[in-house]
Structure formats: C-alpha cells, structure tokens
C-alpha cells in the first residue's frame, strides 16, 4: 500500500472513478493543465483529455450552473471551486437550482454532481481564502456535505461523492492537505456518506469536530489525559446529513461533550448539534455542552489567524470547563 | 479621440512602438519632466515588485500578487485621473494604489497579513483591494453613480483582468454603468492569463473592448504595455465620464512577467517562448528607449532613480516591519460601529484565555 497525503488520496479517487466510469468530468478553474492550485487534479487532463478536465472561463456562478445541465443529462461532474471563499456567487445555483431539481421534478429529473473546495484556515493565506461557512451548505435541503479529515477517508468519500445520487459539497480541509500521510489503499474502497466515525476512545467526555479540528481535538485529548481524563473524539466527516447515532451513544456514554469548529460560532454547526444532543440525549447530560469555535468576526488575515483558529490549549480549556461543571 | 479606434474593426490604439518610436500626431500633453517622472515611478513599482517578491521568499510576508509588465497600464491610468477620483483596485494593482497615495508601507503592510494595511490616509480615494474576481466593479458603478447624484465632478475607475470579464457581476456592472450612465472607467488590464487560463478560454469574443458596446457605451482596446496610450485613453474617458458622458471601457493588452501570485510557477502553464515574444514589448524598455531618443535618458541617471528607489523601498520595509504587532482581539473591532453584547462575551472570554496562558 503507498503512503499518500489527502492531495495525492483525492487525486487517486479522481482517476480510478474515471477510469471506472466516463461519464465522471471534471470542470474548473486552472484545474487542467495546471492542474488545480493545490494540485488535486494533476495529471488528470494529460490522462483523459481536454474534454473530460475542462478549464473553464473564471466564473463560479457558470462552472456549478452547467454542471447542472451537465449532471441531469448523462454526466457525472466533479466541478471545483478554488476556494471555498470564492464560493458564494455560486451559491445562487446550489440554493436555487442545485438543490431542488429532484423535488421540483418530483423525481423526474436529479442532480447527482460533486462540487469540490478547499476550505478552512491555518495556511497563511490573503483575504477569502481561509473560510469554513459549511454551516450556511448545512442549512440547505437536497444537499450533502462531506468534510473528510484524514487522507484515506478523503479518498474514500470522494468515490462515494460520485456516486451519490444527489449533489454533494466536498468541503478539503486545505490546513490538512499535505501535513499527514498514511496508507491509502490502491483500487476501490469507499467510506460511507452520513456516517461519523469514532477516532479515540474515552469515557469521560466526548469531543466531537471534523475537517482540520479533528487533530487539534485529539491533541487536547491527549494533553487531559495527564489530568486523568479520558476523551472520546468523534470525526464527523460528514455535516450533513448528520450521523446523529454516533453523537448520541457517546454523549449517552460520557455525560459530558465540547463541540470544536473553526467556523463562526452563531449558527454554526455546533448549534445543530446541541439541538440533537438535547432533542435525543438530554437526560445523559451531566453538565452543559461547550463549543470552542471560531468568533463571530471576520477571519483575519494571517498575523492574527493563529488566534482565531480553535488551538489544542484553547479545546483543553473547553473540556476542562466541561468536567469542572 | 478613443471612439476612432473600433474594437470590431480590428483597431487598437498605440502611441508609441516597441521600439520607442512615437506617433506625434496622438502623443498627449506631457511635458518631458513629466514623461521623466512617470518613467521614475515605473522604475521604482518595478523594483517594489520585485523587493515583495524577495520578501515574500525570505518568510517576511504572505502571498503576493506580482504587477511586473503591467506598470505602464498603471502608471498611465492612475495618472490621468483628477485628484479627487476614486479607484476600486483588484489585487494586484500595487502601481495604480502607490499612482494614488497609498505609502508603500501600507501596501506591504497588508501583504504582510495585517488589515490595517488597507486602511487608507484620509485624503486618498482607493477601495480596499477586492480578492474575488470581477465583483467590484458593480462597487465603482455605485459610487460613481453617487457622484453623479451629488454633482461631484468626479469619476471612479475600477481595475480588473481578462477573467474579471468572465464573472457575472462584471456584466451586471457594465449594465447598470450603461443603464445610468454613470462616471465610470472600466479598466481592464488584459494580461493575457487568469491563473493558468489563458484568455481565449474567457471568451470567444475576439477583443474584451467590444463588450462594452452590447452595454450601449463605448469600449477601446490600447497597447497596456504604451504609457501613452493608456495615458491618453484614460484621460479620454475620464473627461467624457466627468462632463455626464457616462462610462467606457478601457481594455488595456498587456503581459503579466511572472506568476499569479507567489503560490504558483508559470512554467507549468506557459512557454519560455511566449515570454521571450513579450520580452521586447516590456513597458519599461519602450519608454527608456522613447527618453533615450529625446536625450532624456542617460545610464548614471537611470542609476541614480535607481538608487532613489532602493533607499526609499527599504524605508518602506523598515516602517511597515517596524510596526507593533495588532492586538490580539483587534478583529472583534470591526465587525460594527457598536460591539454587540454576544461579541463582547466572545471577546471577553478570549482574553480571559490569553491571560490564563500567560499572554
């Protein structure tokens, strides 16, 4: 098996998708011969041709609205966005269209497409580059979103992205990108969509996060240890749809759970996810839930970043409030 | 004087040639001090450049977005404006921002990831720089169009490139500056590529000048890289935008030398003899050799703006290091004019954080 980073693991999903299926496309910008600013799609245009690793003029609106066209007559497409910040003039075509083909339709026509970004902070990058607004992609019905946090389950979800009957947002935490490498298995494996998994064991508290936060979670879990406290860390990997079964037979098992999210705090995921816990676990809670998040401010350019992002020290601080409770 | 040279018909409007031969009949009123100066700004944004660029290799600053080979296209626009107009910069125009005020410090400054590089001396009229492509010019339309309300005599120009023109936005712009015939310049620094996109993948359009005209207003393709040509073109517009004749488009064909920015290599995109075919077309080399001709030009000369340039640069450097570090919690200040209750509690407990760690 060959040790691969999550640029290398989506890159490998990519191909073996195509190469299994030509109705896979996949549309950008940059993302042929350039293949892609961070490089997911490298070599893919040399490997299936101009027609299938399409650069496309410079317009988000454009590259997601013809994926709709393309996706509800006979392809597959796999359209990225350079960066999660450059999102929103898209917005208007998941939110309107994307979205609702299936249920406008009733049924008639749908809408399986994948749209791919690089979201999140922690590079040291300018202005819009640095966003996680998977919140606001959570609160529209008729679309899934993926946040992978590891290279073999980026791999994995990317096959299972593709083919998903409806859209799906595969949101890459950028941070992650290239700092871990582990095996990543050649030839098909998927991971499911809509299933969490539990990456550290513990009784004492649950800490659950996803995308670039997974690892600062579990460097947290790691530092209470010495406390004598024993965290269970759960990777959502997906936001939605949530896997509500994992969260609640920890929460049940703990009593005690910190939310951690780079994004915005209101309205930010962590909020959903409260709601469930009390909707389905409130009676197994021993002390009121914490979010260690991102502040209700713009993301700041990169002297101040640091701050911004929820640190391993700044998680520590949560779980202990948590059990002190 | 623009509306002779129609984009549809082929024409573009240059002055003066590679080979710093100039056509009189259309050269503007600039005095030789003038044309001096303007050469010494070009020289010292070219070495701007290259100074964050260095900058940016030694760990001392962020990405950057270089402007080498599109000084002319810069220098001569921002020039042409009256002191009261306002730009509406793109990301990469440290030229037009520098043409109208910003200190240099503030420019790497805000490279160096500190916001407080944006914000502007009181009397200069320059946007904060807009990172999503082809988003602000509907800003400039705005305010140009709250010019012409107020009576101001003034207009707005706003910088974009050549896959600015692909995004919706820019379109919507267009139409509202045509519909309400606002003071608006549309400058669009056509250096032929968007990352990696070359532009003919933009559009299948023949020039960008000609979109303006699907708007009802006039569009003018210039040699980018001729300070003369967009000089004067500038001033063209600016004069019919002033005196309620409503917008135009400029677009001005230039050759970006390097990357898009600090975080990509040209070489996988573009060939060393497509460079090599710019090369010659260089802004800076056009104007030496134009001054060269009228004896205004000498090598101890060109070493002494140097020098100047260097000096000053390193100043610039010095200052913008020299700057404090901001305050931890300086991003909760900007999200209101008032902090709400919510924020402040955010704040409150970041800090109380900050001090439980000793900060």
Redesign the interface.
Known sequence: MAKRNMVEAINRGLMEEMERDPSVMVLG??V????G?FRVTDGLQSKFGPQRVV????????IIGVALGLAVNGFKPVAELQFM??L??ALDQIISHISRIRNRSRGRYACPMVVRMPYGGGI??????SESIEAVLAHIPGIKVVIPSTPHDAKGLIVSAIRDPDPVLFCEPKRVYRAIKEEVPDGEYTVPIGEAKVVREGDDITVISWGSMVREALHAAEMVKEEGVNAEVIDLRTVSPLDDETIVTSVRKTGRTVIVHEAV??CGLGAEIIARINEKAILSLEAPVERVTG????F??????H??LPSP??IL?GIRKVMAF | MIEKFDPLKGKMLRILGPDGRCDEKLKPDLSDDTVQTLYRHMVFIRQADQRALSLQRQGRM??YAPVQGQEAAQVGSAYALGENDWIFPS?RETGACYMRGVPLRDIYL?W????RGQRVPEDVHVFPAS?????HPLHAVGAAWAAKLQVQGICTLVYFGD??T????FHEAMNFAGVFQTPTIFFCQNNQY????PRK???AAKTLAQKAIAYGFGGVQVDGNDLFAVYAATKDAREKAVSGGGPTMIEAVTYRFGPHTT??DPA??RSDEELEEWRPLDPLLRLQKYLQGKKLWSEDWEAQIKDEAEKSITQAVQEAEGIP??Q?????H??FAEM?P??KE??ND?LA?LK??GE
């Open positions: 910008e940059d042929g011969k350039e293949g600013v650069d496309t003029p410079l317009a988000e609106s454009g910040g450059f929103p003039p040291h990058a300018p202005e819009h580059h705090k209101t502040f209700d401010t713009v700041p350019l990169y002297k101040l970043e701050h911004y020290e700044r601080r | 962020g990405t990301f805000y160096m990831g500190d916001e990172i999503p492509v082809g988003s896959g600015g692909s995004e919706g936005d968007a990352i990696s996109v993948i933009q559009t975080a990509d996988k995109y570090e901001p931890p919690e300086e991003f909760f900007y999200a709400t919510n924020l955010q704040m970041f954080f439980e760690k």
